[in-house]
C-alpha cells in the first residue's frame, strides 16, 4: 500500500466508508464527537460515489472528506492511505460505539500481543430472531476470531499497512482480513462491548433469508469460490 511517510498525529482514525448514506452520516459524526476527549482522533469519510452525493452534506468542518471508486475494500483502504493515527477504526455507516469505545481499545491494545480487534454485537431490533442473530455472532467471533465489519474492527495501522490492507474485492474483504490475520499467526481481542448495528439488511430482504444467504456465501468463500462470482449473488436481491 502507497502511504505518505511521517509521524502519526493522532491516537486513532475512524475510517467510515460510505455510499448513499447523507441520511444518517451527520449523526454518525455527531455520535463519535462525543467518544473519550482524552483520546486524539481523526474522522474520514470515504465516498464510494465519485460525485460526493454523502460527503457533500457533512457539516462538520474538521471531518476529512474524499472519493473512492465504489467497493467498501477500496475505500476503507483509501481512507487508511489518508489516515494519520495509530489505530485504524473502520466502522459502517449505519453501526454505533459503546460509550468509551476509545478508552476500551487503548486498554486491550496495551497487549502487544494483539494487533487489533473489534468488539460484540448487537443489532438495532427488538425482534427475538435477530436478538439470536446477536448473539451467535458475538459467540461466532469469539470462537474463531473472524469478526465482520459491522462489528467495527479495528487494527494497528502499522500492522494493518504490513500486512497489505483489505483485499480490494466486491464482498468478503472483512473475512478475507482475518483469515489473513490467523495465517500471520497473530492475535486479535473481541471486546465484549457491543457496537449496535441498524436491522435494515435484514428488514428489506428478510431476516430468515438473509441469514440463511450471508451463511452459504460464506461457506462458499471458505471453499474457495471467487468473491467475484459471489458478489452475482448477494446483490441479486440486496
Known sequence: MSKQQGPNQYDFSFIIPVL?????????IEHLRKQNPESSYEII?????????????????????????????????????AACGEILIFLHADTTLPGNALGKINQALHDRDYVGGAFDL????DRLFLKYISV?????????????????IFIREKYFDQIGGFKEIPLMEDVDLMLRIKKDIKKIVILPDKV???????????????????QILLRLFYLGISPHRLAKYYWRRS
Open 122 to 125: 448487537k443489532i438495532d431490533s
Open 136 to 152: 451467535r455472532a458475538s459467540l461466532r467471533s469469539r470462537w474463531n476470531r473472524i469478526p465482520y465489519g459491522d462489528q467495527a
Open 196 to 214: 449496535t448495528t441498524s436491522a435494515r439488511r435484514w428488514e428489506s430482504d428478510g431476516a430468515l433469508y438473509t441469514t440463511i444467504r450471508n
Open 20 to 28: 448513499n448514506e447523507a441520511g444518517q452520516i451527520n449523526s454518525l
Open 45 to 81: 469519510v470515504v465516498d464510494g460515489d465519485p460525485q460526493g452525493s454523502t460527503v457533500g452534506t457533512i457539516q462538520d468542518k474538521d471531518v476529512t472528506a474524499i472519493t473512492s471508486d465504489k467497493g467498501r475494500g477500496k475505500q476503507m483502504n483509501a481512507g487508511a492511505a
